[in-house]
C-alpha cells in the first residue's frame, strides 16, 4: 500500500500531538514576541506606509488583518525563527490565529493550540524543502502559508480531509524570491504578510469544501520539483514524539538578520576580553568565520541603509565590538558612518565546524588582532536565544517591554500581561 500524501501525514501528526501546560506557556511567550514586534513595526518606514495602504483601501476581513499584521511583525528584523528551517514561524503564525481569533470569537487555549499547530506545519516544511531551496527562495514564504493555514484550521475546527485541502492550497500559493536583497526593497515584509494571508484563505475556502491538490509538496508538479533540488520528504514526519518545534524555535535578542546573531555574540564578548579598553582605534583587523548561507545573505560590507546594515556581517560585528547594546540605534546613518572605518578591517571566510554543522547549528568564530598585536577569538556553537541558549521568560518580557516602548504603546506592561494571560485561556484581548 502506498504511503499517505505527505500533508496527510503531517496532519496526523500535529493532530494527534499531545499538548501540556509548558506548551502553551511557552506558545503565549511567542505570540507576546510576534505581536511586539507587529506593534513596534507600524513606527518604522514599511510600518507608516503599510497603515497608510490599509487606510486608504481598508482591512476589514480576517485575511487582510492577518497580511497586515505579519507584514508588520517582520519589518524590525527582530522576530523569532526556527534554526533547522530557516524560517520565522511568528510573523505568519501569529497574525493568521490573531485575525481569525477575534473573527471567531476564541479565547486563549485554543488560539495557543492554534498557534502551536501552526509553528509545527511552517517548520516541518522547512525542514523538508532542503539547503538549495533557500539559495533563491525565502523560506518563510514558501513554507509559511503550511504553517498559516495549519493554524487556522485548528481554529476553525477543520476534519482532517478538509485540513488536507487547505495544506494544498496553502502550498500553491508559495513564493517568495531573495531578489529584493539586490536594492534593500521591502518585499520581505510583503512575504510574510502574503504567507499569513495565503493560510487564512486557504482555510476558510476548505471550510466551505474548496478542495485542494494532495500531493502539493512531493507530486510531479508539486513544490519539491519545482523549487527543491535536495528535498528531504522524510522531514515532514521525523521525530514524531519529539517536543513541539514552537519549543525548538530561536529568539531574537537584537534587531538584525538572525545569520549575524552568533558573530554579534561572540564580538560582544570579546570587547568585554580585551585587557584594555577596545575602541575603534585599538582593533588592527578582524576575522569572522562562519557558514556559507551566512555570506550568501550577509556579505555586505558598505551598508547604504539601516535595514542593510541589518544584513551586514560587517556592520554587526563592528557594533558589537564597539557598541555597549546593538539596539535599533546601532544601525542608523550616525552609526554607519562611526564604523565605516572598522567596517573595512572585517574579513569573512567560511570554516568548519560551522559550515558542516548548519542548519542545524549556527555557529560563528569572531577573530581580532590588536594594534599591540595580542589576538582574541571567541566561539560560539549557538547564539543567544537559540534553545541551547534559551532566553528567560524575563529576558523575553523585557524585549517586549522594549518594542512595545519603541511602538510608542503607552502601557506596554498591560499588554504584556494581556497576551501572557492567553496561556490561562484568557479572552483575546483588543490590541491591533
Known amino acids: 500500500m502506498a504511503n499517505p500524501p505527505l500533508i496527510q501525514q503531517l496532519t496526523t501528526l500535529i493532530t494527534t500531538k499531545p499538548i501540556a501546560p509548558a506548551d502553551l506557556q511557552q506558545a503565549a511567550l511567542f505570540t507576546l514576541d510576534a505581536l511586539a514586534n507587529a506593534l513596534a513595526g507600524r513606527v518604522s518606514e514599511p510600518g507608516v506606509l503599510l497603515l497608510r495602504w490599509a487606510d486608504a483601501t481598508g482591512v476589514n476581513d480576517a485575511e487582510r488583518r492577518a497580511f497586515l499584521q505579519g507584514a508588520l511583525t517582520h519589518i524590525l528584523e527582530t522576530d523569532d525563527l526556527h534554526r533547522a528551517s530557516v524560517v520565522h514561524p511568528g510573523c505568519v503564525v501569529v497574525p493568521a490565529v490573531w485575525a481569525v481569533a477575534a473573527r471567531e470569537g476564541l479565547c486563549g487555549h485554543a488560539i495557543l493550540k492554534a498557534v502551536l499547530w501552526g509553528f509545527e506545519a511552517a517548520t516541518r516544511v522547512g525542514m523538508a524543502v532542503g539547503p538549495a531551496h533557500y539559495r533563491i527562495w525565502h523560506n518563510t514564504a514558501t513554507c509559511g502559508p503550511y504553517g498559516s493555514a495549519m493554524a487556522v484550521a485548528a481554529l476553525l475546527k477543520l476534519d482532517a480531509p478538509a485540513t488536507v485541502h487547505a495544506l494544498g492550497n496553502a502550498g500553491t500559493q508559495s513564493s517568495g524570491l531573495w531578489q529584493f536583497l539586490e536594492t534593500g526593497a521591502m518585499t520581505k515584509h510583503l512575504h510574510a504578510g502574503r504567507a499569513a494571508a495565503a493560510g487564512v484563505l486557504a482555510a476558510d475556502l476548505a471550510r466551505f469544501g474548496f478542495t485542494g491538490p494532495p500531493a502539493i509538496l512531493e507530486g510531479a508538479k508539486g513544490l519539491f520539483t519545482a523549487a527543491c533540488p535536495d528535498a528531504d520528504p522524510g522531514a515532514i514526519a521525523r521525530d514524531p514524539d519529539g517536543p513541539w518545534q514552537l519549543l525548538q524555535t530561536s529568539i531574537k535578542p537584537w534587531p538584525s538578520c538572525r545569520h549575524t546573531h552568533p558573530a554579534i555574540d561572540a564580538a560582544s564578548e570579546l570587547r568585554h576580553a580585551a585587557t584594555g579598553p577596545l575602541g575603534q582605534i585599538e582593533i588592527g583587523q578582524i576575522e569572522v568565520e562562519t557558514y556559507p548561507a551566512a555570506l550568501e545573505v ?77 589576538r582574541l577569538t571567541v566561539r560560539r556553537t549557538h547564539a543567544k536565544g537559540d534553545p541551547e541558549a534559551a532566553l528567560t521568560p524575563e529576558d523575553l518580557i523585557n524585549k517586549a517591554r522594549m518594542l512595545l516602548t519603541h511602538g510608542e504603546i503607552s502601557e506596554p506592561d498591560r499588554v504584556i500581561a494581556a497576551i501572557l494571560a492567553l496561556a490561562d485561556d484568557a479572552p483575546l484581548p483588543e490590541l491591533l
Open 298 to 374: 550577509c556579505n555586505r560590507p558598505t551598508p547604504q541603509s539601516d535595514y542593510e546594515a541589518k544584513f551586514s556581517l560587517h556592520h554587526c560585528v563592528a557594533a558589537a565590538l564597539t557598541r555597549e547594546q546593538v539596539d535599533f540605534a546601532a544601525f542608523t546613518a550616525t552609526a554607519r558612518a562611526e564604523l565605516a572605518n572598522l567596517r573595512e578591517r572585517v574579513t569573512l571566510r567560511i570554516a568548519e565546524p560551522y559550515a558542516s554543522a548548519y542548519p542545524q547549528a549556527w555557529g560563528s568564530a569572531v577573530t581580532i588582532t590588536l594594534q599591540s598585536g595580542e
